[in-house]
């Protein structure tokens, strides 16, 4: 991927985008788009893993989400 800013963002952010590419290399069926998302995920999980050295919290989430999977939010409640 040409050039890079590293660029502060909200956990909740970097993980939503982390979540949003793997959605989308699970639809896409064109392999060059398939290789730029592949890409782009690769260095989001690259820097997540490096994140989770310390315990932070960047390791909650290593699952791959499965859409319409087991990954949805179960309801709380009584």
Request: net charge positive; charged share 30%.
């Amino acid at each position: 991927m040409g050039h890079s800013v590293d660029v502060p963002v909200a956990l909740g952010e970097f993980i939503d985008k982390i979540t949003i590419l793997e959605i989308k290399l699970g639809r896409f069926a064109d392999p060059a788009m398939r290789k730029n998302v592949a890409a782009e995920l690769g260095l989001l999980q690259a820097r997540r893993e490096e994140s989770c050295g310390d315990g932070g919290a960047l390791c909650l989430r290593r699952r791959p989400f499965i859409a319409g999977g087991s990954h949805r939010a179960r309801p709380r409640g009584p």
